[in-house]
């Protein structure tokens, strides 16, 4: 199983089969802000700690939105699209969720 992380681009409305766009407003996106909440490695940890909490809660979107990937990345590649990326990212977390 291969997941990668990518950069999202204008007009998501056209991702690409095998892709899928992990940033906000959807069920997987960083609540924390670069700049307003910390450092971008402040923010990702925080993240972190945020989706965990959210992986208790078994009917969470976050938990569903999870499974969801983990079909996807399991019938072929799977390409995590963020803003971010190329930078430290939280699409890191989720594809280590994703793998987990």
Request: glycine share 12%; proline share 7%.
């Amino acid at each position: 199983m291969r997941i990668t992380i990518g950069r999202a681009q204008r007009g998501l409305g056209s991702l690409l089969p095998g892709q899928a766009y992990v940033g906000r407003p959807g069920a997987l996106g960083n609540p924390f802000v670069v700049g307003k909440d910390g450092s971008r490695e402040e923010v990702i940890a925080q993240y972190r700690r945020w989706l965990w909490a959210r992986l208790q809660e078994p009917g969470s979107p976050q938990v569903r939105e999870l499974r969801r990937l983990l079909e996807r990345a399991r019938a072929g590649e799977l390409e995590l699209l963020c803003w971010c990326h190329p930078l430290p990212c939280h699409a890191e977390v989720v594809r280590g969720a994703v793998l987990w």
